[in-house]
């Protein structure tokens, strides 16, 4: 009789458990709804990365796999549902990135803020607990957020040095003559760039990803389960090693041809199948260490949830109790929505500034005369404006100059790192260092920050001088150069800055006399450039 009167209880129960289970979807659908109007411009730039930008194409099925595994990971959950106030603070922090992104329309904190912010209104509904128990489909909603463009130059950068290496390794390890000049890959008649898009990290990003849910998939020790995640790295660069040393070997046989059109595009889905290939045969090599199943298939936890799963026990935790994080999730959207449409929109503060068209071309001793720029290499950087001059001195000494103004910095339209384009231009970086250069002031001499690079290609040899300006102050390290301009727009409104780089030839390998020859006429023109860069 009790078991029955509690049946018939609970039955009674029914509709008014369904109402209040409709009641907290509508408030997470809301609380949804405030944070895609607080982070408009992120979504917009996150699905446009994942429409145009090859290295993640892969990006929209993230969210439905991550659907998948949290219906299937909470299906499996014990926990206790209630609301979670570490959700909440998540979110703030989120939202925050957000108004920061709305401040200096710097587009990577924006992004970043979107996903955490959906990961805190996920842990605000459902709880810590049951949110470390799904903890795996939160994490890997994070493989589809876009990498900040500077950390991926630099990346790239790292790669292409990498591949071109290995590559002319294997090249010469068949008796192909090959020399490496930074990123070109000479085979005598024919040179071979590699290129942004053959760094590798198009094989990368998704490979990881697939990774990941492997990893996700295997039952087995935590340990095996990371060494298939990590292993993706590996496995990437030595398979692009691999194409790149494939294609260098066409090429020497049957022409550029080889590398271009129907022939690349096809090497590249052979290197990932490839890379899926080792992946599973890693896979399979990790079950026969220690005990347990050695079939492959069965070890991968592919079962989905059946039956009536997830239905919480409405004695368990009452509806209010599970929904105050939520509906203060909801609270703090709407503030910060409220403030972004009380800041409303900023102009870019531009400072007053001197064209490069009416730089001098006589400074002391020196004259310049023009260096053009090919017109593609132009539209690569997207400057504002520009300086290339070549200053000779008695006809025997030139140092070139080269800046690139931009009136406002955003992501992916800013100043180029040297540090990433000189090796694209087929010279190797023989030293890299900061030093202080001594600059006349008056009656007075102060120091500045330099950085100073040795730079060779064949038996040619040259010293660089460069540095950053950004809103009118110098910085030598880009990662610093970055975070002044981030806090140069959110605070000031200011996103305009510059690359200044200058370049002597070393002539017999003295380097001594390029070293005086560049710091003499930097401290002649630095004067000069606070016209030009305010």
């Known amino acids: ?40 411009s992120s979504i ?35 926990a206790v549902r209630e609301g979670g106030w570490l959700g909440l603070g998540i979110v703030v922090v989120g939202l925050l990135l957000g108004l ?36 795996p489909g939160l994490v ?30 294997i090249i010469r390890a068949v008796d192909i003559p ?74 020497d046989s049957f022409g550029v041809e080889a590398a271009e059109g129907f022939f690349h595009d096809f090497e590249g889905w052979i290197v990932y199948c490839a ?36 239905i919480p026990d409405p004695f368990a935790v009452t509806v209010p109790r599970r929904s105050w994080a939520s509906l203060a999730v909801g609270a703090c959207s709407i503030l910060a929505l409220l403030a972004i449409v009380a800041i409303g929109s900023r102009e ?43 200053f000779v001195r008695d006809q025997n000494t030139l140092v070139n100059v080269w800046s690139a103004y931009y009136q406002s910095q955003y992501s992916g339209n800013a100043a180029h790192s040297p540090l990433v384009c000189i090796p694209g231009g087929g010279w190797q970086i023989e030293s890299n260092s900061t030093i202080q250069l001594p600059i006349a002031s008056g009656n007075a001499t102060t120091t500045m920050p330099v950085n100073r690079l040795i730079i060779a290609q064949g038996n040619t040899r040259q ?20 975070a002044r301009l981030f806090a140069n727009s959110v605070l000031n409104n200011r996103r305009d800055g510059a690359l200044v780089r200058f370049i002597v030839p070393i002539d017999g390998g003295n380097i001594e006399a390029a070293e005086e020859t560049l710091g003499k006429f930097v401290a002649e023109i630095v004067p000069v450039m606070p016209e030009f860069l305010p």
């Open 1 to 40: 009789m009790v078991a029955q009167s509690l049946g018939v209880k609970r039955g009674l129960f029914q509709p008014a458990l369904f109402r209040q289970e409709m009641a907290v979807w509508l408030i997470v659908a809301v609380n949804v709804l405030l944070v895609a109007a607080v982070f408009w």
């Open 44 to 78: 917009e730039s996150t699905l446009d990365t994942w429409m145009n930008s090859p290295e993640y194409n892969y990006g929209p099925l993230v969210p439905v796999i991550v659907a998948l595994m949290l219906w299937r990971d909470l299906a499996r959950s014990h």
């Open 100 to 135: 920061i992104e709305f401040l200096s329309q710097t587009r990577f904190p924006g992004q970043v803020g979107l996903f955490i912010t959906l990961i805190g209104i996920f842990i605000a509904w459902q709880g810590e607990a049951r949110s470390r128990d799904v903890w």
């Open 140 to 169: 890997f909603l994070l493989f589809a957020l876009p990498m900040a463009n500077a950390i991926q130059v630099i990346l790239t950068a790292a790669l292409q040095l990498v591949s071109s290496i290995g590559a002319v390794a």
């Open 178 to 251: 090959v020399l490496r000049e930074g990123n070109v890959i000479d085979l005598g008649q024919i040179k071979l760039q590699v290129a942004e898009a053959c760094s590798g990290l198009r094989y990368l990003f998704p490979l990881a990803t697939f990774s990941f849910l492997c990893a996700y998939l295997y039952n087995d020790h935590p340990a095996k389960r990371l060494v298939i995640f990590l292993s993706s790295i590996p496995i990437t660069i030595s398979m692009n090693i691999v194409r790149i040393a494939v294609t260098g070997i066409l090429v």
């Open 275 to 310: 890379c899926l290939a080792i992946l599973f045969a890693e896979m399979k090599v990790l079950c026969y260490v220690g005990r347990g199943d050695r079939s492959l298939l069965r070890r991968l936890d592919l079962d989905l949830p059946s039956g009536r799963t997830g």
């Open 348 to 390: 870019d503060a531009v400072p007053a500034r001197s064209q490069f068209s009416l730089f001098p071309r006589e400074i002391g001793p020196w004259s310049a005369v023009e260096a053009p720029i090919d017109a593609e290499s132009l539209a690569l950087l997207n400057a504002t404006d520009h300086l290339s001059l070549n």
């Open 463 to 482: 010293l660089v001088y460069y540095w950053f300006v950004e809103g009118g102050t110098i910085e030598t390290n880009e990662y610093l150069a970055k």
